[in-house]
């Protein structure tokens, strides 16, 4: 297959594509106690470079949803980090990349036990940003629910939470629209199926806050700084009703996957004059120079290959 690297991290070796495999009979429970991050690096075309965003961070997550699952982690966050830019070089790739670090217990058994320490692979794929594409979505509130903490909590990127993502998917496209957005159990605004959301109202940004039921995005928290910090807008994180969605000027999704796109209407409510409001605008021109280290500012973020 054309997408394929040559070589996939597993375990703690660069291994040829066609040999990191698990045997079938383990993929079943494997899949249930499986976490994992979603990692970019971007291309910077006129340094010819490879930056990875955010990775110490992303590392870091995946650490703690493998502590919330009890898994004993074989190798550190600085490890994984290491081994991203290892595989990225050994791979020889350009353009933009996306990167999947998993772990999970290979078991045939729904009895795993805490001590079990998990497999971790690391894989990558070409995936073209969509910044700045110009293209927008539009976007329906779902008929259902997010998960919630105390049932599976949504702080854990684990690959079973999104089998409810994949409920809210299904029927959104069915139903003619793009992105699923999810009330929580309280009938508070949470998040969209892969990615977090933010509404601009009166020039202010607002999300919910990280109790309403929402990964904890790594983009989020980027764009609420980079809001703060260089655009001078004014941030809001707190319980979000569904009413303010229909209210908004701008709405978009943020995350690694998702970059920022940009939501032209919710359940039909047209949002400002229905193409990429002016804020939301502004963040995306500034978080593509980041990303890519067109703009050379908060150099911690990006990781040179
Ligand atoms: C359910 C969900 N929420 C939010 C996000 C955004 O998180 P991040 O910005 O860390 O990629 C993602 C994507 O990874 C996600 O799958």
Request: charged share 20%; aromatic share 8%.
């Amino acid at each position: 297959m054309a997408n394929n690297p040559q070589f996939v991290w597993v375990d703690g070796k660069l291994t040829p594509w066609n040999d990191a495999t698990v045997h079938i009979t383990a993929m079943g429970v494997a899949t249930v106690s499986l976490v994992y991050e979603g990692i970019r690096a971007y291309w910077n075309d006129s340094a010819k470079k490879l930056y990875v965003f955010q990775l110490g961070a992303h590392m870091q997550r995946l650490a703690q949803s493998m502590r919330l699952l009890r898994m004993k982690p074989p190798f550190t966050a600085e490890t994984l980090s290491q081994a991203v830019i290892d595989l990225l070089s050994a791979n020889k790739l350009s353009g933009d990349i996306y990167i999947r670090p998993f772990a999970f217990v290979e078991s045939t058994t729904f009895s795993t036990a805490a001590t079990d320490i998990p497999r971790i692979v690391i894989t990558i794929q070409e995936w073209q940003s969509r910044l700045k594409n110009g293209k927008v979505n539009h976007a329906c509130v779902s008929s259902w629910t997010r998960i919630g903490d105390n049932v599976m909590p949504p702080r854990i990127k684990a690959a079973s939470n999104y089998l409810n993502s994949r409920y809210a998917s299904e029927e959104a496209r069915r139903n003619g629209y793009d992105n699923a957005l999810f009330l929580n159990a309280n009938g508070k605004v949470s998040e969209s199926t892969g990615a977090c959301l933010m509404i601009v109202r009166n020039g202010k940004i607002i999300t919910p806050s990280v109790t309403s039921n929402v990964l904890e995005s790594i983009t989020r928290e980027t764009l609420l700084q980079l809001c703060r910090e260089v655009l001078h807008i004014e941030t809001v994180e707190r319980e979000l009703d569904r009413t303010e969605l229909y209210v908004a000027s701008e709405a978009f999704l943020c995350g690694t996957g998702a970059e920022i796109t940009p939501l032209a209407s919710i359940d039909r409510f047209t949002l400002g004059d229905g193409n990429i409001g002016p804020i939301t605008k502004r963040i995306e021109s500034l978080y593509d120079d980041l990303v890519r280290g067109v703009d050379s500012r908060y150099a911690e973020w990006r990781t040179s290959v």
